[in-house]
């Protein structure tokens, strides 16, 4: 038996079902721009849409007082 418990188990196969869908839908919508802080929503977001759309999903990242110098840089 498996001594994990059965809520980490349902838990793991949700988050998969989950990032799937996603993936799924991005390939439905086609083409996109993903606004990208950085920070792990976006990049969750731009990882599914390059396995969705390889080159034909752009993440970008806006400049304004909000994004650092150094971040600028980057």
Same mark, same amino acid.
């Given at each position: 038996l498996?001594?994990?418990?059965?809520?980490?188990?349902?838990?793991?196969?949700?988050?998969?079902? $989950?990032? !799937?869908?996603?993936?799924?839908?991005?390939?439905?919508? %086609?083409?996109?721009?993903? +606004?990208?802080? %950085?920070?792990? !929503?976006?990049?969750?977001?731009?990882? +599914? %849409?390059?396995? +969705?759309?390889?080159?034909?999903?752009?993440?970008?990242t806006?400049?304004?007082p +909000?994004?650092?110098?150094? !971040?600028? $840089?980057?």
């Amino acid at each position: 038996l498996n001594n994990k418990p059965i809520c980490e188990l349902n838990l793991r196969r949700n988050v998969s079902e $989950q990032s !799937d869908a996603l993936i799924q839908r991005m390939a439905e919508i %086609g083409p996109c721009i993903v +606004a990208f802080s %950085g920070g792990v !929503d976006s990049s969750v977001v731009a990882a +599914a %849409g390059h396995r +969705a759309l390889g080159d034909h999903c752009l993440a970008v990242t806006g400049v304004s007082p +909000a994004v650092s110098h150094f !971040d600028r $840089q980057y």
